[in-house]
């Protein structure tokens, strides 16, 4: 199912905890590179599971083995999904297109690394799938024009252009249903998971995929 962007525009006016796109009060600011292993990292992120849809998925980000971990178990009745967002707010430089992920996984389809915008309301998460991991760490190179945006599990096709220097959150998830709010859903495993985060920077002459 596709949400309008003016639909979704009006829907977020009228929500009185709807703020668009500014940078939290709260919270500190990331930038790129990002070192996963560095012990600081995970203390950072917050779960955000499918509990608020009436599911029972669990998740946590954890530093384990010299590496930060995005772990947990998915249960697929209900929300089918399980989520963590970074607390503070990321900032890309301006310009920035591409950034690259070095990761494993114990081989699930399904998990994503998704970003939001100040050029749109919050609920509103740019989505890009990562293609099937194993436990050697692999790069994965992730274009910002591939993320796809996505409203509540569902596709906003007419959302802004996702643009570096408007990018102001991060998250990870593992999912059943297709990027970009998809009604497809695939055939995940449930039960424990992980994924394993080593690094996270910008594409760069310097540093090739």
Known sequence: MRMRWTRLRLVAFVSASTRFGEPSMLSSTRSLPIDFTDPAVAPDWIAVDDRVMGGASQSRVVFAGGETSFEGNLIVEGGGFASARLGPDLQLQLGVEVLVLEASSDGRLG???????????????????????????????????????????????????????EVRGMGLMLSRYEEGGGAGKQPIAPGDFWLRLRRLEVLSPHNPS
């Open 111 to 165: 998990y994503k690394l998704t970003l939001t915008s100040a050029a749109t309301p919050n609920g509103v998460s740019y989505q890009f799938t990562l293609p099937r991991l194993g436990e050697e760490r692999e790069r994965v190179t992730m274009p910002l024009d591939q993320f796809k945006p996505s409203y509540r599990g569902r596709a906003v096709p007419d959302a802004p252009p996702l643009r570096a220097a």
